[in-house]
C-alpha cells in the first residue's frame, strides 16, 4: 500500500528566505505526485503535480518540486517565500495502478513565514 | 467558472443526532470524493462517486456513514447517530477522469463538532 511521509510538521522560515518542504512516499508501483496548499479556513488547492515527463515541475507562484525516483522524494522548494504564503502544506501520492487509484494524503506541513 | 462547492461551512450538533452534507462539483467533472480531516492530520479517503455509481468506500465510512450522488451531479454524506469521534473537517473534492486529468480540486470543507 502506499504512503506519505512529511517528516516536519512546522517550518517557520524569515521572508525571502529559501524553503525546502520534505516529502517522502513509497508504493511498490509508479505513482503521480501532488502538493496541495491549505490557506486557514480554506479547503485545499493544488499546487503543482507530477504525472510524467520533467521531474522537475513548477507553480505559478514560483514554487518547484523534484521527482527523484531513486530516493522516493518529491520535496518542494521555493527560492523566496512570501508573509502570504504562510499556510499548511499537504503531499499527496496516487499510485498509476490502472483503474480508480486512491489518492493518500501526508499529514502536512505548516509554514510559518516570519517578517 | 465555479469550483465545488459545500453545505453548511460548519455544523454543530449533539451526540446522537444525524446530520447531512451537500456537495456540489465542477459542473462537468464526473468523479466525486469525500474526505475526513481531523486536527493534524492529512484528508484521509471516506468514498468515492464515478457519475451515480458508488465505486469505493473506505473502512473508515462506518454503517452510521451513508453518501449517495442520486444523478451524478451533487452528492449528499449523512451520519447517522453522531460520536463525539465525527468531529472533523468533512471535505469534498471532484475530478474530470482520464489519467492525465484525474485531479482532484477540493472545496472549502464542512466543519463538524459533535458536542
Request: proline residues 4%.
Amino acid at each position: 500500500a502506499q504512503s506519505v511521509t512529511q517528516l516536519d510538521s512546522q517550518v517557520p522560515v524569515f521572508e525571502e528566505a529559501p524553503v525546502e518542504l520534505r516529502c517522502n512516499y513509497s508504493s511498490s508501483v509508479s505513482v503521480y505526485l501532488f502538493w496541495y496548499v491549505q490557506y486557514p479556513n480554506q479547503g485545499l488547492q493544488l499546487l503543482l503535480k507530477y504525472l510524467s515527463g520533467s521531474t522537475l515541475v513548477k507553480s505559478i507562484n514560483g514554487f518547484e518540486a523534484e521527482f527523484n525516483k531513486s530516493q522516493t522524494s518529491f520535496h518542494l522548494r521555493k527560492p523566496s517565500v512570501h508573509i502570504s504564503d504562510t499556510a499548511e502544506y499537504f503531499c499527496a501520492v496516487r499510485e498509476n495502478s490502472g483503474g480508480y487509484q486512491k489518492v493518500t494524503f501526508g499529514t502536512g506541513t505548516k509554514l510559518q513565514v516570519i517578517p | 467558472d465555479t469550483g465545488v462547492s459545500q453545505d453548511p461551512r460548519h455544523k454543530i450538533t449533539k451526540r446522537g443526532q444525524n446530520v447531512t452534507f451537500r456537495c456540489d462539483p465542477i459542473s462537468e467533472h464526473n468523479r466525486l470524493y469525500w474526505y475526513r480531516q481531523t486536527l493534524g492530520q492529512g484528508p484521509e479517503f471516506l468514498t468515492y462517486f464515478q457519475n451515480e455509481a458508488q465505486l469505493e468506500k473506505s473502512r473508515l465510512l462506518s454503517n452510521r456513514f451513508s453518501a449517495e450522488r442520486p444523478k451524478g451531479s451533487f452528492s449528499t454524506l449523512e451520519i447517522q447517530r453522531t460520536e463525539q469521534g465525527d468531529s472533523a473537517m468533512y471535505l469534498c473534492a471532484s475530478s474530470l477522469g482520464g489519467w492525465d486529468t484525474d485531479t482532484q480540486y477540493f472545496g472549502p470543507g464542512t466543519r463538524l463538532t459533535v458536542l
